[in-house]
């Protein structure tokens, strides 16, 4: 076991900004330390290849999971076929080659102190069931757009196999329950996911609506289903960190340029998760 091993997070780099770079090239060693990229560190193989790099320099362990940016369909080397679960193949792929934690690798188990805790990394998407319930379905795109919102996802991935985004997440959700249920009861777990697992997380004033892109009702009781202490999700580039049934949600997005403090950098911004603080703040 070891004793001052200590776990972070960050998502939402979106590194095609050349003053994120310059500021995450600010970052301390952090030794021993591992870190959880949660997802939208950019949209094509060289950001996450940048960034991989940039994190492994100065931590022990990365571990990484999707956000929609990188299923987007483009490419730093060239035109190809890049629909959504391929993209996503690819850049696990990119992933595992690096030694980097990935969805689709066996969860590790925290080595730092404290009750048994198995790091789970998800991939589940968005299915537009975080919408008000006398909006229908086939209503959802079109209730988002009388606000004028449309997220780019919709031109920029194909799920292809998958009939559509619905059914992708769908079949993610099928695949990442039993995964998450074979887990030993004895453990707790630390979920993470691009996505917020939960509609009542989802606080985005400027674009509400945006909502239904922001993941599904099908994952709202994981968090005590599978024993979490810990939630951690980005997306949204609102920061929070709030109680569920005593459970700590962490939105650690760093986010646009124009959305954190470029003086302060990202250190500033990157999130204990591990050890688990003694207090927690109101629900
Ligand atoms: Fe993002
Ligand atoms: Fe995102």
Known sequence: MLCDVKLWALSDLHVRYAETRAALERLDDHGQDWVILAGDIGETEEHLEWT????????AKVLWVPGNHELWGVSSRGPGKLDG??????????????????????????????????IALC?????????????PLDQALDWAAETGVRCTDESMIKPAPFANMIEWCQ???RHTEARLAAIPETHRTVLVNHFPLRHDLVWIPRVPRFSIWC????????????????VVSGHLHVRSGQLRDGVRFEEVSLGYPQQYDVEKGPRA??????????AHGPA
Do not use: N
């Open 52 to 59: 991989l790099e940039c994190f492994q320099r100065r931590f």
């Open 85 to 118: 679960p391929v993209k996503y193949d690819a850049m696990v792929s990119l992933c595992r080659a690096r030694g980097v934690v990935t969805p689709e690798d066996p969860y590790l188990v925290w080595p730092g102190a404290g009750a048994p805790t198995t």
């Open 123 to 135: 991939f589940v998407g968005y299915d537009y069931s975080f919408r008000p319930a006398d909006v």
């Open 171 to 173: 079949a993610r959700v």
């Open 215 to 230: 993941g599904t009702t099908l994952t709202e009781t994981w968090h005590t289903r599978f024993r979490a202490s810990v």
């Open 269 to 278: 911004y990157l999130r204990l998760i591990l050890p688990e603080l003694a």
